[in-house]
């Protein structure tokens, strides 16, 4: 005798549930996620499984903001944060949702594994417009990262949506904003280094030896002083994670390069330390427009 299939994980309708199942059966398997909209028992309710849901509750809608964030591959949206879509008319709102109703060009959405979404550069235009700035700047970071485009190339959005609110924001933000970043802290990293006043360090750099071989990509680095700066996260404590960062970085070091490592800490609570051994860095390296700290 052949197992007997599980039923479908969702989110799907209640109404679709009920073709098939008993209010019984319904109670007993599945999660209300959204009114009107469930998830088999078993499968996790998170921001993206919300987010989902609410695609499937308003089908004529596109996801955005942080929805569609999450479901383009983001794995830094913050806590609290609502799921959100845009209507091509305006419907009754709902709590713990966010709409935004108008049309949206053709070139601005698209099908992800059946949901709809906006594009990663329209997603970087909304949620660059109405973050608060540094935070929109990580955004647009982590979105250009997973999207693979530069952040110049909102420039078009902003000249087809001219009016729009926050657009004064968002061309500050895309002057700062850098694709290569891979966490919204080496986001935070590189604005602290550039807002002290330091040339913009280039981001995933390859370190190669005088054989051609890659010895390490770095997170930032200024190349013509050889100075290199790396954000180490918590993860970097590790035992075994920790001895191999230690390899690399003298396997870095051996090739002339001087290694500058940030983390969490010094960044919030002992910046000036971090600005003056980047100082001390480029010093060596041969710059002579750095400021004393």
């Known amino acids: 005798m052949g197992r007997t299939p599980k039923p479908p994980a969702g989110p799907i309708r209640r109404a679709t549930l009920l073709q098939t199942m008993t209010s019984w059966q319904i109670a007993r398997d599945y999660t209300p996620v959204l009114n009107g909209v469930y998830v088999r028992s078993d499968q996790p309710v998170d921001f993206a499984q919300r987010s989902r849901a609410l695609g499937v509750a308003f089908p004529d809608g596109v996801l955005s903001g942080w929805s569609a964030a999450a479901l383009h591959g983001c794995r830094y949206v913050p806590a609290g944060v609502e799921p959100e879509l845009i209507l091509p008319?305006?419907?009754?709102?709902?709590?713990?949702?966010?709409?935004?109703?108008?049309?949206?060009?053709?070139?601005?959405?698209?099908?992800?594994?059946g949901y709809e979404l906006t594009s990663h550069l329209r997603t970087a235009y909304d949620l660059g417009r109405r973050l608060p700035f540094d935070r929109a700047v990580e955004a647009v970071d982590g979105l250009c990262n997973i999207g693979r485009f530069e952040p110049d190339g909102l420039h078009a959005l902003i000249e087809r949506h001219r009016g729009d609110r926050g657009l004064k924001q968002l061309r500050r933000v895309v002057d700062l904003a850098d694709g290569g970043a891979e966490s919204p802290w080496e986001t935070r990293t590189r604005l602290l280094v550039v807002r002290a006043g330091f040339e913009k360090p280039e981001t995933q750099v390859l370190l190669v030896d005088g054989h051609g071989r890659l010895v390490a990509q770095v997170d930032m680095a200024w190349p013509e002083y050889r100075v290199v700066l790396e954000y180490d996260g918590d993860h970097h404590r590790e035992r075994d994670r920790y001895a191999r960062d230690i390899r690399r970085t003298n396997s870095i070091r051996r090739l002339g390069w001087d290694v500058v490592v940030a983390t969490k800490e010094m960044v919030m609570r002992h910046p000036d330390e971090l600005l003056e051994r980047v100082a001390s860095a480029l010093r060596a390296g041969g710059a002579t427009a750095v400021a004393v700290m």
């Open 89 to 113: 008319r305006p419907a009754r709102r709902r709590a713990g949702v966010r709409f935004g109703y108008g049309a949206l060009a053709v070139d601005e959405h698209e099908d992800v594994y």
